[in-house]
C-alpha cells in the first residue's frame, strides 16, 4: 500500500501554493515583492508551479533602496525575462531626490527604514492591493506573530494587537478601498527548510550565496563587502576573503560570513550547522529589541 | 535527511504561572533548536532582571506589549525540527480573555498540550483547555503534569492529576489522551528522561510528540476538492488547458474517476491531474494540484468537485458550535459574509440554541447575548448552499467563519455539528 501523507517539505509547498492561489482569487491587483533574496526567490518559483501552465499572474515589485549588489539587479532582471512578468520598481533614490525622505546621518546610516516610504508609496501609485512577501515567522519575534493574511490600514500600518484572526485554511482578505494586504505564503518556512526546498528543487540563486573570494572589512562582528557606499573608519582595513551571504539587503548592511560552501548542498550543510540566526548579520535588526516591530507597525515589509 | 518526515503542529495553552513558556523554552533548548545570538539575548535580560540563571520563558517573549507586561496577547508561532520530524508549536495565551486565541491556534493543530500544575491538580482553566480541544476536536492530547520538583517527584501526586482529569473529561470527545509528569524548569521528562521517576514508564514528551502516528488525522475517506481558481492559459502550448486548481480537502481523488461537481450537480471523469509540470496518478489531502475533467463543463471558484458515490450534504440551514471572536456582539438582524472552504456567501443567525458557561461547561439558555469570547449553539441560515460534512467527521468541510461586512473583520468561528 502507498503511503497517504506528505512529507514536511511538500506539506510547506502545499501549504504555500494554497496561499497564492487564495491571494489570486481573493485580490484584484496583487504584487510579489521581489528583493532578489532567497526567500523572495523561493515565493516566485512557488508561483509559477501554482499556476502552471498558466504565466506567474503578479507583477514583481522592487524596492530599490540604490545600494544593491550588482549581481543582485542582474539576477532580477533575468529572472524576469525568464518568467515574462512585469517589474515595477520603487526608487528610494527618487524619493531622496524629491525629499520625501531624508537621508540618515552616521556612520551606521542606511536606507533601510527610507524603504517603507518608497514601497508604500510604490503600493499607492500602482493601487496595489496585496503585496506578497517572503517573510517567515522563524526570522524574528515580531514576525512570530504575523498572518499569512495580514491586514494594513490605508496608512500602511501594521496593528499587531489588533490581527484578524485566522482559523483552520479559511482566509479573509477583505478591505476598504486604500487599505492593502500583505500576504506570507511561506510563513511556516524556517531558514533550513527554505535551503532545503531550494536544494531539493535546484532553483537558481545570486551567486552571492555561493562562497566567493570579495573584498571585506569587518565591522559589528561580520564581514561588511566593500563598495562604493562604503565610508572606512580610521581603524579599519579592507581584506580580501572567502565569504558568502546568508541574508541579501543593502550591500552597506549586509555582513558575510566565512565559507567554504560553494553548492547548495554544501550550503545546506553548513547552515544545519549554525549557531547564529541569519539576521545576526544584519546590522538594521541590532538596533533595538523592537527594531524589527517598529518598523514593521510603519509599514515595512 | 528528513526526507520522508512529517509536519506536526501542535498548540500550547496556558498562562506563565503553568510554566507554559518555560516548557517551550525547554523544548527549544534542549532540542538545541536556539541560536547562540538568541541566547546571548535573554541570558542578558534574564541578568537585567535580576533572575538566577537563564530565565527560559523569555524565548517566547514577542510585542513590545507583551514583553513589558509579561503576558502573551496573541497566537505566536515557533518552530523546531528533530531528526524524526518538523514541529510548529501555535504557542497561545491561556486567560479566559484570550479564548479565541485559544481557538484560533487550536483549529489546525495534530495535538494539544495542556499544562497542569501538580500542586493545584485540575483547575477551572485545565477544563477549559481541554473543552476548547475536544471542541475543535483534536485529535491528540497531552496532559503534562509539570512542576513535579515541587511535589518531590511524588507519584501519587501525579495519580491524584490523573483521576481529577479523567474525572471531568469523560464526557468530552477526545479520542487520545496521554498524561506525562514534568518539571519544565529543570527538564524532567521533557526532552531527556528524568531521573527522578522510576516509577513512570511513559516516554518524555519530545519523543511522544516525534512518535504519535498523524497520518490519520486527515480524512481519507469522503474525497472533497474546493475549487480555488480556474487556471486557463490560453498560451501556444496550452490552448485548450482548462484546469481547476484547488488543494485536496480530504479524502483521495485518482484520474478516470467518476465525479459531481457541486452545486450544480454536472457529472465527469476526472482527466488528468498535475502538481506543476508532474502528471500524478491521484491526489489526497493536503494536496495542491489541478484537475482536469473529460467534459467542458461551467465550474468556478466556490464549487466543489467530490466522488459521485460520496457526496456532501448540500444545505442552506447548519447548525452550528460558534465561537465568537469581535469586541462587537452578535447581532441577529446583521447579514454576515459565511466563508466555507472557496464558497462564501451570505447568512444570518437565526437562532441562538444555547451558550456555554465555559468555565463550568454548563449550558445557559437564558441569558443569549453572544459577546467576544462566547462559545454557543446556534442556527444559521445560508443565501445558497453550502456543501457540508459534520466536523467532526471532516475538519476542513465542516468549519465555517463569519464576516461583518461593516468592518470586513472575521467576527466568528463556527464548527459545524
Redesign the interface.
Given at each position: 500500500m502507498s503511503?497517504?501523507?506528505?512529507?514536511?517539505?511538500?506539506?510547506?509547498?502545499?501549504?504555500a501554493?494554497?496561499i497564492l492561489?487564495?491571494v489570486?482569487?481573493q485580490f484584484q491587483n496583487p504584487v510579489i515583492l521581489f528583493s532578489g533574496g532567497k526567500d523572495s526567490i523561493l515565493v516566485t518559483h512557488l508561483a509559477?508551479?501554482?499556476?502552471?501552465?498558466?504565466?506567474i499572474p503578479f507583477p514583481l515589485m522592487h524596492v530599490d533602496t540604490g545600494h544593491n549588489f550588482p549581481e543582485t539587479i542582474q539576477f532580477r532582471d533575468d529572472i524576469i525575462k525568464e518568467f515574462g512578468v512585469e517589474l515595477i520598481v520603487g526608487s528610494v533614490q527618487e524619493a531622496i531626490d524629491d525629499g520625501r525622505v531624508a537621508e540618515e546621518k552616521g556612520k551606521s546610516a542606511t536606507r533601510n527604514a527610507l524603504q517603507i516610504t518608497t514601497l508604500l508609496d510604490a503600493i499607492e501609485t500602482n493601487k496595489v492591493d496585496c503585496a506578497i512577501g517572503g517573510g517567515r515567522?522563524?526570522e524574528e519575534?515580531?514576525r512570530?506573530?504575523e498572518r499569512f493574511f495580514s491586514h494594513r490600514d490605508d496608512f500602511g500600518q501594521w496593528d499587531?494587537?489588533n490581527?484578524?484572526?485566522?482559523?483552520?485554511?479559511?482566509f479573509?482578505g477583505?478591505?476598504?478601498q486604500g487599505e492593502h494586504f500583505r500576504a506570507f505564503p511561506i510563513?511556516?518556512w524556517?531558514e533550513?527548510?527554505v535551503w532545503?526546498y531550494i536544494k531539493r528543487e535546484n532553483i537558481a540563486i545570486p551567486s552571492l550565496y555561493y562562497a566567493h573570494e570579495r573584498e571585506v572589512v569587518w565591522r559589528q562582528d561580520s564581514w561588511i563587502p566593500n563598495s562604493e557606499f562604503l565610508v572606512l573608519e580610521d581603524h579599519e582595513e579592507i581584506v580580501t576573503k572567502k565569504i558568502r551571504f546568508r541574508t541579501l539587503g543593502d550591500i552597506t548592511i549586509t555582513g558575510g560570513i566565512e565559507s567554504d560552501a560553494d553548492t547548495l548542498a554544501k550550503i545546506a550543510e553548513e547552515v544545519s550547522g549554525?549557531?547564529?540566526?541569519e539576521r545576526?548579520n544584519r546590522t538594521d535588526d541590532k538596533r533595538s529589541?523592537?527594531a524589527m516591530?517598529d518598523r514593521k507597525r510603519q509599514g515595512y515589509f | 535527511m528528513l526526507d520522508n518526515n512529517q509536519l506536526l503542529r501542535f498548540t500550547t495553552a496556558g498562562s506563565v504561572d503553568d510554566g507554559k513558556s518555560t516548557l517551550i523554552g525547554r523544548l527549544l533548548y534542549d532540542s538545541k533548536s536556539i541560536f547562540e545570538d538568541q541566547l546571548e539575548a535573554i541570558t542578558n535580560t534574564s541578568k537585567k532582571k535580576g533572575h538566577d540563571g537563564v530565565d527560559l520563558a523569555l524565548f517566547t517573549d514577542g510585542l513590545r506589549d507583551e514583553r513589558e507586561q509579561g503576558i502573551t496577547i496573541d497566537v505566536a508561532y515557533r518552530y523546531f525540527t528533530t531528526p524524526k520530524r518538523k514541529f510548529i508549536i501555535a504557542d497561545t495565551p491561556g486567560h479566559i480573555q484570550y479564548t479565541r486565541n485559544m481557538v484560533t491556534g487550536a483549529s489546525t493543530a495534530n495535538a494539544a498540550i495542556i499544562l497542569v500544575d501538580a500542586r493545584h491538580g485540575v483547575i477551572e482553566q485545565t477544563k477549559r483547555h481541554s473543552f476548547i480541544a475536544s471542541l475543535l476536536q483534536i485529535p491528540h492530547v497531552i496532559v503534562c503534569v509539570n512542576k513535579m520538583d515541587l511535589v518531590d517527584y511524588s507519584e501519587e501526586a501525579y495519580n491524584k492529576v490523573i483521576n481529577q482529569f479523567e474525572e471531568f473529561s469523560s464526557k468530552m470527545l477526545v479520542k487520545d489522551v496521554r498524561f506525562i509528569p514534568i518539571s519544565a524548569l529543570n527538564g524532567d521528562n521533557v526532552v531527556n528522561r528524568s531521573t527522578k521517576m522510576d516509577w513512570y514508564q511513559g516516554a518524555p514528551l519530545l519523543h511522544t510528540l516525534e512518535t504519535i502516528h498523524i497520518s490519520s488525522d486527515i480524512n481519507k475517506i469522503d474525497a472533497r476538492f474546493p475549487v480555488q481558481t480556474v487556471l486557463r492559459p490560453q498560451s501556444e502550448n496550452h490552448r485548450d488547458y482548462r484546469g481547476y486548481a484547488g488543494r485536496v480537502a480530504s479524502g483521495i481523488l485518482r484520474v478516470g474517476d467518476d465525479i459531481t461537481v457541486m452545486p450544480s450537480g454536472f457529472t465527469s471523469k476526472i482527466k488528468s491531474i498535475n502538481l506543476f509540470d508532474k502528471e500524478l496518478e491521484e491526489a489526497y489531502a493536503p494536496m495542491s494540484v489541478s484537475i482536469t475533467l473529460e467534459d467542458d463543463i461551467d465550474i468556478s471558484r466556490g464549487d466543489m468537485i467530490v466522488r459521485t458515490n460520496n457526496k456532501p450534504e448540500a444545505v442552506q440551514d447548519i447548525e452550528v458550535m460558534l465561537c465568537w471572536l469581535n469586541n462587537k456582539s452578535a447581532n441577529p438582524r446583521t447579514k454576515y459574509t459565511i466563508k466555507h472552504t472557496s464558497n462564501e456567501q451570505k447568512a444570518i443567525i437565526k437562532e441562538i440554541v444555547y451558550k456555554f458557561n465555559i468555565n463550568t461547561l454548563e449550558r445557559i439558555t437564558t441569558d443569549l447575548e453572544i459577546n467576544m469570547n462566547d462559545i454557543s449553539k446556534v442556527k444559521i441560515r445560508t443565501t445558497k448552499p453550502l456543501m457540508i460534512d459534520s466536523y467532526r467527521e471532516n475538519r476542513a468541510t465542516g468549519s465555517i467563519i463569519l464576516v461583518d461586512d461593516a468592518t470586513n473583520e472575521t467576527v466568528a468561528a463556527g464548527m459545524i455539528v
Amino acid at each position: 500500500m502507498s503511503k497517504y501523507y506528505l512529507n514536511y517539505l511538500d506539506e510547506l509547498e502545499s501549504e504555500a501554493i494554497f496561499i497564492l492561489r487564495e491571494v489570486w482569487a481573493q485580490f484584484q491587483n496583487p504584487v510579489i515583492l521581489f528583493s532578489g533574496g532567497k526567500d523572495s526567490i523561493l515565493v516566485t518559483h512557488l508561483a509559477k508551479k501554482a499556476f502552471y501552465p498558466a504565466k506567474i499572474p503578479f507583477p514583481l515589485m522592487h524596492v530599490d533602496t540604490g545600494h544593491n549588489f550588482p549581481e543582485t539587479i542582474q539576477f532580477r532582471d533575468d529572472i524576469i525575462k525568464e518568467f515574462g512578468v512585469e517589474l515595477i520598481v520603487g526608487s528610494v533614490q527618487e524619493a531622496i531626490d524629491d525629499g520625501r525622505v531624508a537621508e540618515e546621518k552616521g556612520k551606521s546610516a542606511t536606507r533601510n527604514a527610507l524603504q517603507i516610504t518608497t514601497l508604500l508609496d510604490a503600493i499607492e501609485t500602482n493601487k496595489v492591493d496585496c503585496a506578497i512577501g517572503g517573510g517567515r515567522r522563524d526570522e524574528e519575534k515580531a514576525r512570530a506573530k504575523e498572518r499569512f493574511f495580514s491586514h494594513r490600514d490605508d496608512f500602511g500600518q501594521w496593528d499587531p494587537k489588533n490581527q484578524r484572526p485566522e482559523l483552520w485554511n479559511i482566509f479573509n482578505g477583505k478591505h476598504f478601498q486604500g487599505e492593502h494586504f500583505r500576504a506570507f505564503p511561506i510563513s511556516n518556512w524556517t531558514e533550513m527548510d527554505v535551503w532545503n526546498y531550494i536544494k531539493r528543487e535546484n532553483i537558481a540563486i545570486p551567486s552571492l550565496y555561493y562562497a566567493h573570494e570579495r573584498e571585506v572589512v569587518w565591522r559589528q562582528d561580520s564581514w561588511i563587502p566593500n563598495s562604493e557606499f562604503l565610508v572606512l573608519e580610521d581603524h579599519e582595513e579592507i581584506v580580501t576573503k572567502k565569504i558568502r551571504f546568508r541574508t541579501l539587503g543593502d550591500i552597506t548592511i549586509t555582513g558575510g560570513i566565512e565559507s567554504d560552501a560553494d553548492t547548495l548542498a554544501k550550503i545546506a550543510e553548513e547552515v544545519s550547522g549554525m549557531r547564529q540566526t541569519e539576521r545576526g548579520n544584519r546590522t538594521d535588526d541590532k538596533r533595538s529589541e523592537s527594531a524589527m516591530e517598529d518598523r514593521k507597525r510603519q509599514g515595512y515589509f | 535527511m528528513l526526507d520522508n518526515n512529517q509536519l506536526l503542529r501542535f498548540t500550547t495553552a496556558g498562562s506563565v504561572d503553568d510554566g507554559k513558556s518555560t516548557l517551550i523554552g525547554r523544548l527549544l533548548y534542549d532540542s538545541k533548536s536556539i541560536f547562540e545570538d538568541q541566547l546571548e539575548a535573554i541570558t542578558n535580560t534574564s541578568k537585567k532582571k535580576g533572575h538566577d540563571g537563564v530565565d527560559l520563558a523569555l524565548f517566547t517573549d514577542g510585542l513590545r506589549d507583551e514583553r513589558e507586561q509579561g503576558i502573551t496577547i496573541d497566537v505566536a508561532y515557533r518552530y523546531f525540527t528533530t531528526p524524526k520530524r518538523k514541529f510548529i508549536i501555535a504557542d497561545t495565551p491561556g486567560h479566559i480573555q484570550y479564548t479565541r486565541n485559544m481557538v484560533t491556534g487550536a483549529s489546525t493543530a495534530n495535538a494539544a498540550i495542556i499544562l497542569v500544575d501538580a500542586r493545584h491538580g485540575v483547575i477551572e482553566q485545565t477544563k477549559r483547555h481541554s473543552f476548547i480541544a475536544s471542541l475543535l476536536q483534536i485529535p491528540h492530547v497531552i496532559v503534562c503534569v509539570n512542576k513535579m520538583d515541587l511535589v518531590d517527584y511524588s507519584e501519587e501526586a501525579y495519580n491524584k492529576v490523573i483521576n481529577q482529569f479523567e474525572e471531568f473529561s469523560s464526557k468530552m470527545l477526545v479520542k487520545d489522551v496521554r498524561f506525562i509528569p514534568i518539571s519544565a524548569l529543570n527538564g524532567d521528562n521533557v526532552v531527556n528522561r528524568s531521573t527522578k521517576m522510576d516509577w513512570y514508564q511513559g516516554a518524555p514528551l519530545l519523543h511522544t510528540l516525534e512518535t504519535i502516528h498523524i497520518s490519520s488525522d486527515i480524512n481519507k475517506i469522503d474525497a472533497r476538492f474546493p475549487v480555488q481558481t480556474v487556471l486557463r492559459p490560453q498560451s501556444e502550448n496550452h490552448r485548450d488547458y482548462r484546469g481547476y486548481a484547488g488543494r485536496v480537502a480530504s479524502g483521495i481523488l485518482r484520474v478516470g474517476d467518476d465525479i459531481t461537481v457541486m452545486p450544480s450537480g454536472f457529472t465527469s471523469k476526472i482527466k488528468s491531474i498535475n502538481l506543476f509540470d508532474k502528471e500524478l496518478e491521484e491526489a489526497y489531502a493536503p494536496m495542491s494540484v489541478s484537475i482536469t475533467l473529460e467534459d467542458d463543463i461551467d465550474i468556478s471558484r466556490g464549487d466543489m468537485i467530490v466522488r459521485t458515490n460520496n457526496k456532501p450534504e448540500a444545505v442552506q440551514d447548519i447548525e452550528v458550535m460558534l465561537c465568537w471572536l469581535n469586541n462587537k456582539s452578535a447581532n441577529p438582524r446583521t447579514k454576515y459574509t459565511i466563508k466555507h472552504t472557496s464558497n462564501e456567501q451570505k447568512a444570518i443567525i437565526k437562532e441562538i440554541v444555547y451558550k456555554f458557561n465555559i468555565n463550568t461547561l454548563e449550558r445557559i439558555t437564558t441569558d443569549l447575548e453572544i459577546n467576544m469570547n462566547d462559545i454557543s449553539k446556534v442556527k444559521i441560515r445560508t443565501t445558497k448552499p453550502l456543501m457540508i460534512d459534520s466536523y467532526r467527521e471532516n475538519r476542513a468541510t465542516g468549519s465555517i467563519i463569519l464576516v461583518d461586512d461593516a468592518t470586513n473583520e472575521t467576527v466568528a468561528a463556527g464548527m459545524i455539528v
